[in-house]
């Protein structure tokens, strides 16, 4: 790796003024609602934060370590999942949909009250329960539809995004480890050319984490390059978004505008009035915005091409894998669009909250008889598990957004990102230099021998001792069964000796 600026490797990206790595740091995966402007400030590498910190998403802002408080990393996702919380799960709040079921629960409140105010004291509005069974069949129903349909869809996206994983991992270890070097090459340029091989292994690399990056911004209608987290991972690709982003800088950058304090909140609250358009930038784009992720992919292609074509990928099923792992990218590419742009019928939607809304706003009537007073707290109990399944299932519909209990895109470019680099940490070595280690004890644990110490011996011996360690093996296996055996007799008997003891 070049040692003259912090652009090296597939970790390699501009910083923020506040300190953050802008591409694969804390500051390019940082779960926050909305992307941070591109910064200028370049760092020494040591100022770079390492991926695999612990700590790649917004601190607990309830933590007496962090004591100012930011609804907007609280109520916003999605979760951090590296965090673990202590509180019962019960009483955990990020992660709950508690707070956009404030205002439907207050008035439903405020309907049961009227409606049991009037039943007690003017005129009994009370009906028969045998409403509440069957309707309550057919909210059923309906709400387990909505939900088993919503995590279907959350199920799918995890799934791609793991074989985007999956296939980055292959690839990032085709293009390192099996492709080769130049042949024919003059002495005088070898060294130059090993330098440019290594350089060129690594802008692929950088490709297949761009892929992951672009496809986050996609899938949540953020088509430009103006993110800190894309914009030097494909500053040097021609593409249309780029051309979009430099020729249409206000519409590029709307996304950085915040919506204001009332709106905000009215988001939190799941307001719908207050809910922004996503698709708003795509609309009214001024210039043609392409497909990001899929020029990504034809660059890939045709490194891939140059790679089979000038020999340097000898093996034709390292050829094959190569096709077949940008193929499989491509199937990640359309199916979580599918996923995206064909939700739950908005006919079955509206339905299903209409006949929710019906059932609820009918408790009181079937309540009030039998429990008279009662009925308020128990209308809104019961409207509380009742929309709490529902708000659930709209929530988890578009597993790619940035809702708490989206799916963390963030992470998992992040975790592309790592893993190319842990590819390309070390050069590719010859087997003989760790199969021949003498730390390389080949028949632990029945020797701490090492391989030169077994090179010494007739392959007679070898044989003899591998027999050896799989009959060792089978009879420690059977002590320890018989030792955990006679362990539990031991403590059986001295359980009955003390409660004899205590009878006497």
């Known amino acids: 790796m070049s040692d003259d600026g912090p652009a090296a490797g597939a970790a390699a990206a501009p910083v923020t003024e506040a300190g953050g790595a802008a591409g694969h740091g804390q500051g390019g995966f940082h779960s926050e609602s909305r992307p941070k402007r591109i910064s200028t400030h ?19 802002p309830f933590s007496r370590k962090n004591t100012s408080l930011d609804i907007d990393d609280y109520f916003t996702g999605p979760r951090d999942i590296q965090k673990h919380s202590k509180w019962p799960i019960f009483l955990q709040m990020h992660g709950s949909i508690l707070p956009k079921m404030i205002l439907p629960l207050v008035a439903i409140g405020a309907w049961a009250s009227l409606i049991t105010i009037i039943s007690m004291n003017v005129y009994m509005l009370g009906i028969n329960s045998i409403l509440l069974t069957v309707l309550g069949f057919v909210v059923g129903l309906s709400l387990s539809f909505r939900s088993s349909t919503a995590y279907e869809r959350y199920n799918e996206g995890r799934k791609y995004w793991a074989q985007l994983i999956l296939a980055c991992q292959n690839l990032g270890r085709i293009y390192w480890v099996h492709a080769s070097g130049r042949k024919d090459v003059p002495e005088e340029q070898r060294d130059q050319v090993k330098r440019r091989e290594v350089l060129e292994k690594l802008t692929a690399m950088n490709l297949l984490v761009a892929f992951a990056v672009a496809l986050k911004h996609k899938l949540r209608f953020e088509p430009y390059t103006c993110y800190e987290d894309i914009s030097s991972l494909i500053s040097h690709l021609d593409t249309f978004a780029k051309v979009a982003t430099e020729e249409d800088p206000e519409n590029a950058h709307r996304t950085f ?51 089979a074509l000038s020999g340097r990928l000898p093996v034709t099923m ?141 392959e007679e011996k070898i044989h003899e001792a591998v027999n050896h360690k799989v009959l060792a ?31 006497v």
Do not use: C
């Open 318 to 458: 390292h050829q094959t894998m190569a096709y077949n792992n940008i193929i499989s990218l491509n199937d990640v590419l359309t199916g979580t669009e599918r996923v995206l742009t064909t939700p739950l019928p908005i006919a079955y939607s509206i339905a299903i909250a209409q006949i929710t809304w019906v059932y609820i706003l009918l408790l009181p009537f079937q309540l009030v008889l039998a429990l008279k007073w009662i009925t308020i707290p128990a209308t809104v109990a019961a409207a509380y598990i009742i929309l709490g399944i529902l708000f659930i299932g709209r929530e988890i519909e578009n597993p790619f957004g940035q809702d708490v209990n989206d799916l963390p895109l963030e992470a998992y470019a992040a975790q592309v990102a790592a893993e190319m680099d842990v590819i390309a940490s070390r050069p590719v070595r010859p087997s003989y230099e760790w199969i021949e280690s003498k730390d390389n004890h080949v028949l632990w644990p029945l020797s701490n021998s090492g391989f030169p110490v077994w090179m010494n011996r007739p």
């Open 257 to 307: 505008k915040r919506p204001s304090f009332f709106k905000s909140v009215g988001e939190y609250l799941g307001v719908s009035f207050a809910e922004s358009n996503p698709r708003k930038s795509l609309k009214k784009a001024a210039l043609p915005l392409g497909n990001l992720p899929l020029e990504i992919l034809s660059y890939l292609a045709a490194f891939t091409d140059e790679l």
């Open 42 to 60: 370049s760092p020494v590498i040591e100022d770079i934060a390492s991926l695999t910190s612990p700590r790649l998403f917004t601190p607990n």
């Open 473 to 503: 093996t089978f009879h420690s296996k059977r002590a320890k069964e018989e030792a955990i055996a006679q362990g539990k007799v031991h403590s059986e008997k001295n359980g009955h000796k003390k409660v004899s003891v205590e009878a």
